[in-house]
């Protein structure tokens, strides 16, 4: 399952679309849900679900994934899990930095990604 923070501006309706081709392309199949809070009571209401991917926060991933009975996974961690993303050795952190990989909240925002590139050149 694809999770689709609705809470302030965390979720990213093109990192959704991403996701579900991904997941589509890997003969898999998705649903995606909305939730404004994200918690291991919501999801336990949805049977058949192997895993979830949580466009939100990262940190909900990172610091609470533990409490959760299904994988809960960044969107780093999805794209590595399907095979389009490699794992780097320094988890990155940079979900909302303007230089960070397309599983983040700008990576459709291609002019800002080069002119930072530039700046750090």
Request: overall charge neutral; some cysteine; proline content about 5%.
């Amino acid at each position: 399952g694809v999770i689709l923070g609705t809470l302030g501006r965390q979720g990213n309706t093109n990192i959704v679309d991403r996701l579900v081709s991904l997941i589509e392309k890997a003969g898999r199949q998705s649903m995606v849900v909305l939730l404004s809070e994200v918690s291991p009571a919501k999801l336990a209401l949805f049977e058949g679900v192997d895993a979830w991917v949580q466009v939100a926060c990262p940190r909900l991933s990172i610091d609470w994934g533990h409490a959760f009975t299904k994988p809960l996974l960044t969107t780093y961690e999805a794209e590595v899990a399907l095979k389009v993303a490699e794992w780097l050795p320094v988890y990155p952190m940079d979900y909302y930095a303007q230089t960070s990989g397309p599983w983040s909240n700008h990576s459709n925002n291609a002019a800002a990604k080069a002119a930072s590139l530039q700046q750090g050149a």
